[in-house]
């Protein structure tokens, strides 16, 4: 009935669900776990502020990505940036701009623009044409994003989620049109293109510390913390393993591979 | 009620596919297998609305003289001829391969190309020593492109060596990290919107 193949990475799940599940009892009793600042994601702040000062919309996609497979996370992780943002522009009379480049992520977006709104108790300045489906063709998107942020003068580009050859193209073009330019991906052949290009970068895990970062929830912050405890339990296995491996025995080494 | 419903159906498809994933279990392998396919007809559902939006917002474009609004009168012909030719004989058909083939590819290869220029200018402004960790990425950097082109090889024989060595070690060691921190990240976001603690993308409740 198990398939014995996987499981490591059962035994992992387990372990990650077990100190998930540790870290939020923690959290419910009053510990607070501290979460450092993050660059990337105060600037969005940032972002916010030029935006009003100038009567200029801001530009945001939650990347290349849908909601299926295994760039759903990372498609989500923009969205709860979007969440934040749609608030803050809201509260503060910017227009917000959202780029899509699949259909299935266009009426949640719609819907997380719609609550930013609500949210922010200025229903009314909510507009369903912000909210925009480009392409699902790889540069269709990129170079539909281009236009957009040329042609309504965007003081900020905002890219978090998954990004693949396009990356380059979005986050360089903007920077030549003076937008402020956030960039956050888990790809590591694109986060190169991304550091180099963009004024501030969310590297690799960073990119899904936006709810807790931006919410200060002591529970989403506690879900970083079993994070790191993660981290932690991968990094001695990781040791042991080394260790065991100079003493001679490939045991460990073999069993990680499955 | 709008939040609560989708958080329950998100608990019990996510509980079903990560047991689908570990065990052998007829049932629940054939529940997983529907949902898939469900998830793939709701994506193509969600073609038409995606469709939908591209014409409100370049049809209003249009009726609003927006600037570079010809743009839109462009994209919304085209999409009307490729959708019509598409429907009403097929995606094989001479005239769609036509416009596929001479119209997107082209465009497509032309933008990526580009990629290489783009990639010549963020270098140039990253390549600037500003603090103590742009100098090491300046000279990493330089140190790698001398061991990767013939005139490192003719300067000193040890450039490739070298390149190939900060390649090997401290890139590949960095990406690893990078890498299986990310593994666990996505572990955890997925756990976190399972068991309901994320809900920021189910919008507004009631």
Not at chain 1, 28 to 38: A, E, N
Not at chain 1, 120 to 131: I, N
Not at chain 1, 208 to 234: C, N, T, W, Y
Not at chain 2, 45 to 55: D, R
């Amino acid at each position: 009935m198990f398939d014995t193949s996987r499981s490591v990475a059962f035994v992992t799940l387990v372990v990650f669900a077990a100190s998930l599940y540790y870290c939020l009892i923690q959290a419910r009793r009053g510990t607070r776990f501290y979460l450092r600042r993050i660059p990337g994601l105060d600037a969005v702040d940032e972002c916010v502020g030029r935006a009003a000062e100038m009567g200029r919309p801001i530009h945001m996609t939650p990347g290349y990505g849908g909601l299926t497979g295994s760039g759903a996370p990372l498609t989500i992780a923009g969205l709860e940036v979007q969440s934040y943002l749609a608030r803050q522009c809201a509260t503060y009379d910017v227009r917000l701009i959202i780029s899509v480049a699949y259909p299935e992520v266009l009426p949640v977006s719609q819907e997380v623009q719609r609550a930013g709104h609500i949210a922010a108790g200025r229903p009314e300045t909510y507009r369903e044409e912000d909210v925009r489906f480009l392409s699902s063709s790889q540069f269709a998107f990129a170079s539909a994003i281009i236009g957009t942020i040329e042609r309504e003068k965007c003081v900020a580009n905002i890219m978090v989620g998954s990004f693949a050859a396009e990356a380059i193209f979005l986050a360089e073009n903007s920077a030549q049109l003076g937008c402020i330019t956030i960039g956050g991906c888990t790809n590591l052949y694109q986060l190169p293109f991304f550091i180099a290009a963009c004024d501030y970068t969310l590297i690799g895990e960073e990119i899904f510390a936006g709810s807790a970062h931006f919410s200060q929830d002591p529970e989403k912050i506690a879900v970083l913390r079993a994070q790191d405890m993660g981290k932690l339990a991968l990094l001695l296995t990781l040791f042991v393993a080394v260790v065991t491996a100079l003493a001679g025995s490939q045991e460990l080494l073999k069993l990680l591979r499955q | 009620m709008r939040r609560t419903v989708p958080g329950i159906i998100l608990f019990v498809v996510g509980f079903l596919i990560v047991v689908d994933f570990f065990f052998k279990i007829p049932v629940i392998n054939n529940l997983s297998r529907d949902i898939r396919n469900w998830v793939t007809l709701i994506a193509n559902i969600a073609i038409g609305l995606g469709g939908a939006n591209l014409l409100m917002v370049h049809t209003r474009n249009v009726q609003r003289k927006k600037r570079e609004w010809e743009h839109s009168v462009v994209l919304v012909v085209l999409f009307a001829v490729t959708v019509i030719l598409g429907i009403s004989r097929s995606t094989n058909d001479r005239f769609y391969r036509f416009i596929f083939d001479n119209i997107n590819v082209p465009i497509g290869s032309t933008l990526f190309a580009t990629a290489a220029f783009q990639m010549a200018s963020a270098s140039y402004r990253t390549f600037r020593v500003r603090n103590i960790e742009s100098a090491m990425l300046l000279i990493t950097g330089v140190l790698v492109m001398l061991g990767k082109v013939s005139l490192g090889e003719m300067i000193a024989s040890w450039f490739p060596a070298l390149a190939q060595w900060l390649l090997d070690v401290w890139n590949t060691a960095t990406q690893r990290g990078i890498m299986m921190c990310t593994a666990i990240g996505l572990v955890m976001a997925s756990l976190r919107v399972i068991v309901g603690l994320e809900r920021s993308h189910f919008g507004a409740g009631e």
